[in-house]
């Protein structure tokens, strides 16, 4: 059974950056994508961006370009997400997720991460 | 970018009762080459990760109850809950994954009447 086990939660000051990985076990890692999608408190999903490790080369949502970053170890089967320059805007949840099978960047998120709580707080 | 509006916002279902939850897409999710809708809805309870409950638009994810269905084509689709259980109470979720960047609807929220 595949699982997603991320980091603990974040308290974090405005302009510093937090970096939350997401380990995989129970399947096979570098084939499949994995997306970061985030959930302000009380609100919706927001997809962040995702990368396939075995290509290394992550994709981002336009609104997250150059403030977040995502890559991969694949010797540790572990996904990270790091988010520069923080503002309290970014408090949120943050859930890593695994595409359902190995097309690539066309499949449903069917295996998913408990969430990393990040709180931005001066 | 493909933007993802769901209606309504909140409904309130009697037990036993049928819920239903609609998700348009501002353009087409179908890809003509598979015949596959790339809709995916997903399941939220408070605290937990979204739970994904159906994917290609009706294929039901295993392990799912059948009282779930979903339905549609194109830019216009349909979660339903045949027979609403007190479990189903939660927050429900449409997402496209036709491309990147991948897009959700802002949610609908199930609750017993």
């Known amino acids: 059974q595949v699982q997603l086990v991320q980091s603990g939660a974040e308290v974090k000051k405005p302009g510093s950056s937090v970096k939350v990985s997401c380990k995989a076990s129970?399947?096979?890692?570098?084939?499949?994508?994995v997306s970061w999608v985030r959930q302000a408190p009380g609100q919706g999903l927001e997809w962040m961006g995702g990368l396939i490790p075995i290509f290394g080369t992550a994709n981002y949502a336009q609104k997250f370009q150059g403030r977040v970053t995502i890559t991969a170890d694949e010797s540790t089967s572990t996904a990270y997400m790091e988010v520069s320059s923080l503002r309290s805007e970014d408090t949120a949840v943050y859930y890593c997720?695994?595409?359902?099978?190995?097309?690539?960047?066309?499949?449903?998120?069917?295996?998913w991460g408990q969430g990393t709580l990040v709180t931005v707080s001066s | 970018d493909i933007v993802m509006t769901q209606s309504p916002d909140s409904l309130a279902v009697s037990l036993g009762e049928r819920a239903t939850i609609n998700c348009k897409s501002t353009q087409s999710v179908l890809f003509s080459s598979n015949n596959k809708n790339y809709l995916a809805w997903y399941q939220q309870k408070p605290g937990q990760p979204p739970k994904l409950l159906i994917y290609?638009?009706?294929t039901r994810e295993s392990g799912v109850p059948d009282r779930f269905s979903g339905s549609g084509s194109g830019t216009d689709f349909t979660l339903t809950i045949s027979s609403l259980q007190a479990e189903d109470v939660a927050l429900y979720y449409c997402q496209q994954y036709y491309g990147t960047p991948y897009s959700f609807g802002q949610g609908t929220k199930v609750e017993i009447k």
């Open positions: 290609w638009a009706s």
């Open positions: 997720a695994r595409e359902i099978d190995t097309s690539g960047w066309s499949g449903a998120l069917d295996y």
């Open positions: 129970g399947g096979t890692f570098s084939n499949y994508a």
